[in-house]
């Protein structure tokens, strides 16, 4: 079992930066892979980054390659998502994903069993 809590949305200018959390409880954790989803009103949800459990499988959506990083640090069971160059096309709400079969992350969300409840991310032009 896995409890995840994403943190560190909010509203940012166009070109800023925001770093988003998320803390995870469960004795699986540091061997569960792990994903960041989002979505956009009106938009299906869409896979963002994840990271496998030793960090060394990563995945990035081609949307946000080259600006986002995505890391975990597992002694804190945390994951992190650092958003630089944001765009307002980046506005949704951005979920943490956590599986605890996939030895390295996958774009299907289906794939991974527990969700957090999301946190907000808006970018204004």
């Known amino acids: 079992q896995v409890h995840l809590v994403e943190s560190g949305g909010g509203l940012v200018q166009a070109g800023g930066s925001l770093r988003l959390s998320c803390a995870a409880s469960?004795?699986?954790?540091?061997?569960?892979?792990m994903g960041w989803f989002r979505q956009a009103p009106g938009k299906e949800r869409e896979f963002v980054a994840g990271?496998?459990?030793?960090?060394?499988?990563?995945t990035y959506a081609d949307s946000v390659k080259g600006r986002f990083t995505v890391s975990r640090d597992n002694a804190k069971n945390m994951v992190h998502l650092q958003m630089n160059s944001l765009k307002p096309e980046d506005t949704a709400v951005y979920y943490c994903?956590?599986?605890?079969?996939?030895?390295?992350?996958?774009?299907?969300?289906?794939?991974?069993?527990?969700w957090g409840q999301g946190t907000q991310v808006t970018v204004s032009s």
């Open positions: 469960g004795r699986s954790f540091s061997s569960s892979t």
């Open positions: 990271i496998g459990w030793s960090g060394s499988s990563i």
């Open positions: 994903a956590a599986s605890e079969k996939l030895p390295a992350p996958i774009m299907r969300r289906t794939a991974y069993d527990y």
